[in-house]
């Protein structure tokens, strides 16, 4: 294959360091009270509206390869777009279309994983996120693999639920519980079929850390789910409404662990030697790490006391190049030839920079799900370590840091494009705390307005915009009224998901009269790749999507 890029036909790139910030989480919302952005003093943004090239792009539904223009976008597949440069049908929907088909079902996986516990009597055990968000998972899929076992004779299976809070409203749980527990009944009542719930937390306590920031996270999804040491109650419904009085206010992804137990005490679904295990969640950052405790031979993080002896696979494959998990039931989507690769192809030095609870997003997704560098000696990536303080308690987080390192490094004159992501708005705003996230949404703008200059200075360039809404919306509105709603006691409901809304697009280029493209509002993320290129005075390959600024 050929990886030369040619020059631009009509513009020679500018002089200096072309610059891609993702303001994670920072929407275009509807400017009232539930509006975090609006509500925050934004200065810089604010005067970037007068100085650069300002619209809104697409970040969620079709634009951003998920089903359909009612699910909300995430930062995986943001930056998957960002990166790649063309829009892949991403885990929704590659899930749902090999549901549908059958071809989940016929693969040498599935029927692997049922011979093992018809053969051994062990139980077929799924864990997931237990939820619609349609972000790391959908119930829709869980319940087709829940039927599938019941139609192909599986006997016995456990589901270990992980509950969500977060990409759904923040205390839906019991929603999800009864329709899972209602299936689970029907299903239970016939002949010779033993299903039932075995474990379950919240999302943010166990089993579902990500880039490695807290691994005892894991160590108590494995001791709920695997070993059964948990606090024991008699249904999930019975250990969601007591967790709850308990403390009162508390979200379900902060729900503690529990698992069921049987009216002797004992657990009923310890996963056991010559079990299956399935991990439904698609999306792959929160759930690396569960699998590498199922499937690592050596594994220094915790003590797994032992490791059961159960095929084990993933609803996908969530790292390819570490090949984690080794069995997946759909394969993922090929990101090919993204732009990382390209400018390193080309001999172009590249930085990226986050802090841990994003670093992920801006090497491995914005690399096509690709771990590693293309070229060690061109790519710098710098990880800003993150703490385990509450977002909502320090929602100025870690920016002021990746600030100071993207300055210093822009300074040495090595890189010609960089990429950071500020995830104050995304983080925060899942806390739904809308005053936290008024001010984390202040403290983007405030590191905004220490890298213009710097961007003026060096000749360069900044295309400034975000990967999905989330702190653009923190009520829960009615879609009819458009009005916050409130619950029995008149209190509103807050909104701890992603949005729907558009994201903002902020192209600063001081002493290039440039313009924007025809197609440029409301365009997918996709053409970020494009226009970064044409900033750099490269033409993109043909079939990316089109630069965002004027030929």
Same mark, same amino acid.
């Given at each position: 294959?050929?990886?030369?890029?040619?020059?631009?036909? +009509?513009?020679?790139?500018?002089?200096?360091?072309?610059?891609?910030?993702?303001?994670?989480?920072?929407?275009?919302?509807?400017?009232?009270?539930?509006?975090?952005?609006?509500?925050?003093?934004?200065?810089?943004?604010? +005067?970037?509206?007068?100085? %650069?090239?300002?619209? =809104?792009?697409?970040?969620?539904?079709?634009?951003?390869?998920?089903?359909?223009?009612?699910?909300?976008?995430?930062?995986?597949?943001?930056?998957?777009? !960002?990166?790649?440069?063309?829009?892949?049908? =991403?885990?929704?929907?590659?899930? @749902? &279309?090999?549901?549908?088909?059958?071809?989940?079902?016929?693969?040498?996986?599935?029927?692997?994983?049922? $011979?093992?516990?018809?053969?051994?009597?062990?139980?077929?055990?799924?864990?997931?996120?237990?939820?619609?968000?349609?972000?790391?998972?959908?119930?829709?899929?869980?319940?087709?693999?829940?039927?599938?076992?019941?139609?192909?004779?599986?006997?016995?299976?456990?589901?270990?639920?992980?509950?969500?809070?977060?990409?759904?409203?923040?205390?839906? @749980?019991?929603?999800?519980?009864?329709?899972?527990?209602?299936?689970?009944?029907?299903?239970?009542?016939? &002949?010779?079929?033993?299903?039932?719930?075995?474990?379950?937390?919240?999302?943010?306590?166990?089993?579902?850390?990500?880039? &490695?920031?807290?691994?005892?996270?894991?160590?108590? #999804?494995?001791?709920?789910?695997?070993?059964?040491?948990?606090?024991?109650?008699?249904?999930?419904?019975?250990?969601?409404?007591?967790?709850?009085?308990?403390?009162?206010?508390?979200?379900?992804?902060?729900?503690?662990?529990?698992?069921?137990?049987?009216?002797?005490?004992?657990?009923?679904?310890?996963?056991?030697?010559?079990?299956?295990?399935?991990?439904?969640?698609?999306?792959?950052?929160?759930?690396? *790490?569960?699998?590498?405790?199922?499937?690592?031979?050596?594994?220094?993080?915790?003590?797994?006391?032992?490791?059961?002896?159960?095929?084990?696979?993933?609803?996908? =494959?969530?790292? #390819?190049?570490? $090949?984690?998990?080794?069995?997946?039931?759909?394969?993922?989507?090929?990101?090919?030839?993204?732009?990382?690769?390209?400018?390193?192809?080309?001999?172009?030095?590249?930085?990226?920079?986050?802090?841990?609870?994003?670093?992920?997003?801006?090497?491995?997704?914005?690399?096509?799900?690709? +771990?590693?560098?293309?070229?060690?000696? !061109? *790519?710098?990536?710098?990880?800003?370590?993150?703490?385990?303080?509450?977002?909502? *308690?320090?929602?100025?987080?870690?920016?002021?840091?990746?600030?100071?390192?993207?300055?210093?490094?822009? =300074?040495?004159?090595?890189?010609?494009?960089?990429?950071?992501?500020? %995830?104050?708005?995304?983080?925060? #705003?899942?806390?739904?705390?809308?005053?936290?996230?008024?001010?984390?949404?202040?403290?983007?703008?405030?590191?905004?307005?220490?890298?213009?200059?710097?961007?003026? &200075?060096?000749?360069?360039?900044?295309?400034?915009?975000?990967?999905?809404?989330?702190?653009?919306?923190?009520?829960?509105?009615?879609?009819?009224?458009?009005?916050?709603?409130?619950?029995?006691?008149?209190?509103?409901?807050?909104?701890?998901?992603?949005?729907?809304?558009?994201?903002?697009?902020?192209?600063?280029?001081?002493?290039?009269?440039?313009?924007?493209?025809?197609?440029?509002?409301?365009?997918?993320? %996709?053409?970020?790749? %494009?226009?970064?290129?044409?900033?750099?005075?490269?033409?993109?390959?043909?079939?990316?999507?089109?630069?965002?600024?004027? *030929?």
């Amino acid at each position: 294959m050929n990886w030369k890029l040619k020059p631009h036909a +009509s513009f020679p790139g500018v002089e200096g360091p072309v610059v891609a910030c993702v303001m994670d989480g920072v929407g275009i919302g509807q400017q009232d009270e539930s509006d975090a952005v609006w509500l925050a003093r934004t200065p810089h943004l604010d +005067s970037l509206r007068d100085i %650069a090239l300002t619209t =809104q792009l697409s970040a969620h539904g079709k634009a951003v390869g998920l089903p359909s223009d009612g699910d909300m976008g995430n930062s995986e597949v943001g930056h998957n777009a !960002l990166g790649a440069g063309r829009t892949f049908d =991403q885990g929704a929907k590659l899930v @749902a &279309q090999a549901i549908a088909s059958g071809s989940l079902f016929e693969g040498e996986i599935w029927k692997a994983l049922g $011979q093992r516990v018809r053969t051994s009597g062990e139980a077929m055990h799924f864990i997931g996120l237990l939820s619609d968000g349609n972000v790391h998972s959908h119930i829709d899929h869980l319940f087709a693999l829940l039927r599938r076992c019941d139609h192909e004779e599986i006997e016995k299976v456990r589901v270990h639920i992980l509950l969500d809070g977060r990409d759904v409203a923040e205390t839906s @749980a019991l929603d999800y519980v009864d329709s899972l527990e209602n299936l689970l009944a029907e299903i239970h009542r016939k &002949q010779n079929r033993d299903y039932r719930i075995a474990s379950g937390g919240g999302r943010m306590v166990i089993t579902m850390d990500r880039y &490695q920031a807290e691994w005892a996270m894991v160590e108590r #999804g494995w001791k709920t789910h695997v070993l059964g040491e948990a606090r024991g109650f008699t249904s999930a419904r019975n250990a969601i409404e007591t967790l709850r009085d308990e403390e009162p206010g508390l979200s379900d992804q902060w729900l503690p662990p529990f698992v069921i137990v049987e009216g002797s005490g004992a657990p009923v679904g310890p996963i056991r030697d010559h079990a299956s295990v399935v991990f439904c969640n698609f999306r792959g950052d929160r759930a690396i *790490e569960i699998s590498q405790a199922f499937e690592d031979e050596h594994f220094p993080h915790f003590d797994r006391s032992p490791r059961p002896d159960v095929l084990y696979a993933g609803i996908m =494959q969530y790292d #390819g190049d570490l $090949q984690v998990p080794q069995r997946f039931l759909v394969a993922p989507p090929v990101i090919d030839r993204t732009l990382g690769e390209h400018l390193a192809r080309n001999r172009v030095a590249q930085l990226a920079i986050s802090e841990t609870q994003k670093f992920g997003h801006v090497t491995f997704f914005w690399n096509g799900n690709r +771990s590693g560098r293309f070229d060690e000696g !061109l *790519e710098n990536y710098i990880e800003i370590p993150g703490d385990n303080r509450p977002f909502e *308690e320090h929602p100025e987080m870690k920016a002021s840091e990746i600030t100071d390192a993207l300055i210093a490094e822009l =300074q040495t004159g090595r890189y010609r494009h960089a990429r950071i992501n500020y %995830a104050n708005g995304d983080m925060v #705003g899942h806390t739904g705390h809308r005053d936290a996230s008024v001010t984390a949404v202040e403290t983007v703008d405030r590191e905004i307005g220490r890298i213009l200059p710097v961007i003026k &200075q060096l000749r360069g360039a900044l295309l400034l915009t975000a990967d999905h809404g989330n702190a653009d919306c923190m009520f829960d509105l009615d879609p009819e009224t458009g009005k916050p709603r409130r619950d029995g006691a008149g209190k509103v409901v807050v909104k701890t998901s992603h949005t729907l809304n558009p994201v903002p697009l902020y192209v600063y280029a001081p002493g290039h009269p440039l313009l924007l493209a025809p197609h440029a509002s409301g365009a997918p993320l %996709a053409h970020i790749s %494009a226009t970064v290129l044409h900033l750099l005075g490269l033409r993109a390959p043909e079939d990316y999507a089109a630069s965002l600024i004027a *030929e």
